[in-house]
């Protein structure tokens, strides 16, 4: 007997009309190809501060905190899966973090609210991976030649012309090998800042270990929400609806194992640069573990090629973190600019295209040369972005759509998870406006120094 017809996940009549699917979310990939694109959304030079963010926990309950963000945003990722999954058996699948909230919690509202956040946090870590990729440029430059003319916002006018180029591949799917090689650079510059470290550790010229906290008890508590923003920060990406759209149909499932390639690779990342970094420098950890290798004064902690690497390799990866963020803004623009009815090369599509993706690359590298001190005004952006997003969305949406009765483990834990993460993101957009204030003072616009 033959089986009974199954609805179409993607019905026609809504892919005819919508280029953002065809042209930029095309469902083409596998599940390693989703690992890829999580691993390089996750997985970046941020993991450099996690010494940093010890610094203001010390080692218990940086420990505590560090396993408990993976573990939650493990299971909120798994939680959206499972959402979207039930959504594209119900013939309802949706490829867009925004339609999926406005669906499932019923209000058009919510369709506004996530794009805002979401546009928010993508264009905020777009400029930061342009500011950073021209930071990186400047320290070699500054390397090799010590009485070189050129400033930080020339190399970073040199990193967007690269992204220029780079914003027109096509796809997310596109990006499948550059997110590959995106997930060895994260393994390779981890494994040589810790190699540095362990081996500084060892010898007779270490740094003097000191653990100790805040002295007093208000920044000790200011100085514990400001890591644990910073971790959640780290752990979030909110795009993964994006990418499960990726995902050739039917996608149910394939999530999980994407998720669970990704956080091998966080697992190993994580630990080693938060431990090692930690275990050198205590808390005397940079906002970059980098530069505690490479103090102002005195000679270089590390050989110099090991460094001289590793900043290579957190330079590559910058272009894949600036291309993945990037997918959800060019999918708005294809959507509203393109013609379904024409090819995705053709000339009708193609030059709106260039001119926009242009555009976006051009004022993201403006606000990165014209704020060098981003990385604050980024802070309070993930403060209010990413745990929202990432901690707080996905078990609503989980309750709404799976209603799970109000006795059960699964409703209690997902009602503690959001109550906790809300105050917690509350308390951090609060330390982390806080520490924008005091760092006001040395704000400059177009400054070749970057302000921690």
């Known amino acids: ?103 499932v919690l019923g209000s058009g ?38 009485q070189g003319t050129l400033k930080l916002y020339e190399f970073i006018a040199m990193v967007t012309a690269v992204m220029i180029v780079l914003s027109q591949l096509p796809s997310f799917h596109s990006l499948r090998h550059i997110n590959c090689a995106s997930l060895l650079l994260s393994l390779g510059y981890t494994f040589l800042v810790v190699g540095a470290c362990i081996n500084l550790g060892l010898s007779k010229h270490a740094p003097k270990r000191e653990y100790s906290l805040e002295p007093s008890d208000s920044g000790r508590v200011f100085s514990a929400f400001t890591s644990i923003s910073i971790i959640a920060a780290i752990f979030g990406n909110g795009i993964l609806p994006e990418i499960q759209a990726t995902l050739a149909p039917p996608a149910t499932g394939k999530m999980l194992k994407g998720l669970i390639l990704c956080y091998s690779v966080i697992f190993f990342t994580f630990y080693s640069a938060a431990i090692s970094g930690y275990w050198v420098f205590g808390s005397n950890s940079s906002s970059n573990i980098l530069k505690n290798l490479m103090p102002d004064e005195g000679p270089t902690l590390a050989p110099i090629v090991v460094i001289g690497l590793a900043v290579i390799f957190v330079l590559l990866q910058l272009f894949a973190i600036g291309l993945v963020y990037s997918q959800v803004a060019y999918e708005i623009m294809e959507k509203n600019s393109a013609d379904t009815t024409q090819g995705m090369f053709s000339r009708r599509n193609l030059v709106p295209r260039l001119i926009l993706r242009t555009l976006y690359m051009v004022f993201c590298g403006f606000m990165a040369a014209m704020l060098p001190f981003f990385g604050d005004i980024n802070a309070v952006v993930g403060a209010f972005g990413f745990i929202p997003l990432d901690f707080v969305l996905p078990m609503l949406l989980y309750n709404m ?36 204030v005091l760092d006001a003072n040395k704000f400059k616009l177009f400054s070749s120094e970057v302000v921690d």
């Open 1 to 103: 007997m033959a089986d009974p017809p199954r609805s179409d996940p993607f019905p026609s009549s809504r892919l005819d009309s919508d280029a953002g699917a065809l042209f930029v979310l095309q469902s083409k990939g596998e599940w390693w190809h989703a690992g890829f694109h999580l691993t390089t959304a996750i997985v970046g030079p941020t993991i450099l501060t996690l010494p940093y963010a010890f610094r203001g926990l010390g080692w218990w309950l940086g420990f505590v905190c560090l396993t408990t963000m993976g573990l939650v945003t493990f299971y909120a990722y798994y939680l959206m899966s499972k959402v979207l999954d039930h959504c594209e058996k119900s013939g309802r699948r949706h490829i867009r973090f925004r339609e999926l909230a406005a669906d």
């Open 109 to 146: 509202w919510m369709f506004y609210v996530v794009i805002f956040i979401q546009t928010a946090i993508n264009t905020g870590i777009g400029i930061g991976a342009i500011l950073l990729a021209g930071q990186c440029l400047d320290i070699m430059y500054s390397s090799l030649c010590p």
């Open 401 to 436: 759509t799976y209603k799970p009765t109000k006795r059960s483990f699964t409703y209690w834990i997902n009602m503690t998870i959001m109550v906790v993460f809300t105050c917690a993101g509350l308390m951090g957009a609060f330390s982390s406006v806080r520490k924008l």
